[in-house]
């Protein structure tokens, strides 16, 4: 019972996930916290309610792992089998714990519901397993020792009750190797592509190098993970986390915008505040993705005013104050630096902000042409200091990433200059004009 | 090989995705579209760069299911390991295939960039299986046969080049079982909770039915699924999909809004066009995601106008029009039906539209009081006709969720309206104010 936590595998138990119907985030979310402990995960499973291949699969994995988390199937229908399948997993049999029912009981009674009949089978468990306690809802967990030493815990399916149990329940009885530090950091990138940022990284990427750096991209955003492990304890394996991570942030200067749960729209929003400066939106081709980027942050209507959205010419002109010439046959069109920095400087007058971006682009699939094809956006700031900046850019992808990927580079530009850093280039950006 | 595929199982490679810093979305969407041609899947499997494992994974799986897709592990570097761990699952040996070598050039030569030296990999295949033309990206996919006469189909990561190849590739060598047909279909519900939903469905929901109907909720949207899985071939079998798709859509009236590939921003824009009317929206607390939702849909310009984004109380008086006592000490505060109302009527008179959502709410965290906590929202529709409706609705969960849960509420009103049905309650609505 004193064995290491040094691998584990985690299983996701549904239909609806091993069917495609539902998209399964538990694995993910587990292994990333496993590993944030020092155990790593070596196989995701996900099998449908069937509990012969339930319990098949966990004694599959018993032989190759320390530690397995479930998650599912442990519901109140005739669907719900993960008791069952622990218990042929273990060659043990269901019994009632009278605890769990208790707990049940008690969590109908607080929403004043009616106990179902079908609740009592939540507090069945192998009879050589124990229950774990679920404040978020009415389906107790299981912890079980499988014969070849290997941990199980089983968890309901929703997050909302998944996570806190995971929290709780499964990571206060990890035993990670004292021999061995698992030390994860992570710094978010904007504005860089990934195989740009990797050029800077140089050596630092090598594989045999610990701490290891490595890339991910998402939705435009670059993140640098550095994992360190090894045999140093504490202080000095966080200090070799501390050293890769100054030469991660000196490489991909200025573009680093913050840390592990740190958002871009946090950190513009939060610079703003620093500053005492305020901002709004005047939106054409994004439609409002800007302004709600910017006040998905809680707390920021200390920064953000309001927003303008102009999406038709005629909207340009009456909300804005677009000169009408620069949308009339002949002159540069709704999708033009003249247009967007008119757009930035009339939301600055109208919506009595300190700084005012626009944006104004070709989101596709129609409406692009030679000169101007689906994907070409301006983005334009605007600032009572008088700091003006205007940039084209060339997004690529359908018409759902070009949008979101130009509401970022909004968001972007204003944090590079609020940075200090206003002349810095970024990807995907074709020219500019000052 | 005139095997049939009954069952499949799904693989996806790499250790971005075991160790959880990446969310696999590859086998979700694979298991759908298998299920779609009438192939099961009974089993997905996430496991890292390490061909020991995977091939052991394959030749586990090729035990139990007709068909494996494999996706991730194609690359060009140390780290991609499908092309070894396929021959090792086969006892084979990797060679050369010189049409692949040769397409790997052409892919380069047509972007202007040079080959690089570690692309001559990316051409090798286990000797006894064949390789799989990818015209979206540098590597070839794999198929082949495993001893046990299951077939192996490995294609790249990368969704954008997977899709294409798994209709290419896997879907025309696809034999579902001629004894056996299965259809499905979708129906996607709004307005209406997933228990509500299951009591108005009752005994369609019996497991034992076929077509089988099951319901899943995601984001707001809740869907019916019907599935027929029996002997009946073509018509016959969409009949009886027909006819339970007819009894589904009854019981569910008047909150379904659509079917599969149908989004409710998509079918409220279909038909504003279809009525020739025009949309402009007012936002408070969704900062944006309303009419974010709106210019997702491509052409949404035809029926979409612009909007105000008034997050301050400030931009409520001087771009909407709101009365100021109205948000003044004493009066019914930026949070009430008056001040929705007011929004909807101003911006219907400023953005020239026919009809206005305005949404004002509290989405927290902060903010909340025991006359108006956390959650609580009202949204307004004014019409050039003289439509109008006020509704007050409580939502659930984070800031997130209740912006999300709002722009789409907002979206689900005018949908009601627009179907004749604007008296039906909404979930989560707790008054109304006409």
Redesign the interface.
């Known amino acids: 019972m004193a064995r290491v936590h040094e691998c584990a595998a985690v299983v996701s138990v549904g239909d609806?996930?091993?069917?495609?119907?539902?998209?399964?985030?538990n694995?993910?979310?587990?292994?990333?916290?496993?590993?944030a402990a020092g155990v790593?995960?070596?196989?995701?499973?996900?099998?449908?309610d069937?509990a012969a291949?339930q319990a098949e699969?966990m004694r599959?994995l018993a032989s190759r792992v320390d530690v397995i988390v479930c998650s599912g199937g442990l519901g109140p229908t005739?669907d719900d089998l993960t008791r069952l399948s622990l218990a042929s997993a273990m060659g043990d049999e269901l019994i009632a714990d009278d605890v769990s029912m208790a707990q049940i009981n008690a969590w109908y009674q607080a929403r004043g519901r009616s106990v179902p009949p079908n609740a009592a089978v939540q507090a069945l468990r192998p009879s050589r397993a124990s229950a774990l306690t679920n404040i978020h809802g009415s389906a107790p967990g299981l912890y079980a020792v499988l014969a070849e030493g290997c941990e199980v815990f089983c968890l309901p399916g929703p997050p909302r009750e998944m996570k806190p149990m995971f929290e709780q329940h499964v990571m206060a009885r990890l035993r990670p190797s004292p021999d061995r530090t698992v030390l994860t950091r992570v710094l978010h990138c904007f504005g860089i592509g990934e195989s740009d940022l990797a050029a800077r990284l140089g050596a630092l990427m090598h594989?045999e190098r610990n701490p290891k750096v490595?890339t991910?991209a998402?939705e435009g955003v670059v993140s640098c993970?550095i994992r360190y492990e090894g045999p140093l304890r504490g202080e000095d394996a966080a200090e070799e986390i501390d050293k890769t991570e100054a030469l991660v942030r000196r490489a991909a200067a200025p573009y680093v915008f913050g840390a592990e749960g740190q958002t871009l729209p946090g950190v513009v929003i939060e610079m703003l505040r620093d500053k005492g400066l305020t901002v709004g939106?005047v939106?054409s081709?994004?439609?409002?993705?800007?302004?709600?980027l910017?006040?998905?942050v809680?707390?920021?209507?200390a920064a953000?005013?309001?927003?303008?959205?102009?999406?038709?010419n005629?909207?340009k002109v009456?909300?804005a104050g677009v000169p009408r010439e620069l949308l009339a046959e002949g002159g540069p069109g709704a999708v033009s630096a003249e247009t967007a920095m008119a757009m930035a400087r009339g939301g600055l007058a109208?919506?009595?902000c300190d700084e005012c971006l626009a944006i104004t682009g070709i989101a596709?699939?129609?409406g692009g042409s030679e000169a101007k094809p689906v994907g070409t956006v301006w983005i334009a700031l605007a600032g009572k200091g008088g700091r003006e900046d205007c940039r084209r850019f060339l997004m690529g992808g359908d018409?759902?990433a070009i949008?979101d990927w130009s509401a970022k580079a909004a968001l972007g530009m204003l944090r590079l200059h609020l940075a200090g850093a206003g002349d810095a280039p970024m990807l995907r950006q074709v020219s500019a004009r000052p």
């Not at 809680?298 to 209507?301: A, R, W, Y």
């Open positions: 609806e996930l091993v069917l495609g119907q539902t998209l399964d985030t694995g993910r979310w587990m292994a990333d916290r496993l590993l790593v995960v070596r196989e995701h499973v996900t099998v449908g069937d291949r699969t599959r005739a594989r490595g991910t998402s993970r939106v939106e081709c994004t439609g409002g993705m800007l302004g709600a910017l006040t998905e809680p707390g920021s209507s953000f005013l309001g927003g303008l959205l102009t999406y038709s005629e909207q009456s909300l109208r919506l009595g596709g699939p129609g018409r759902g949008r």
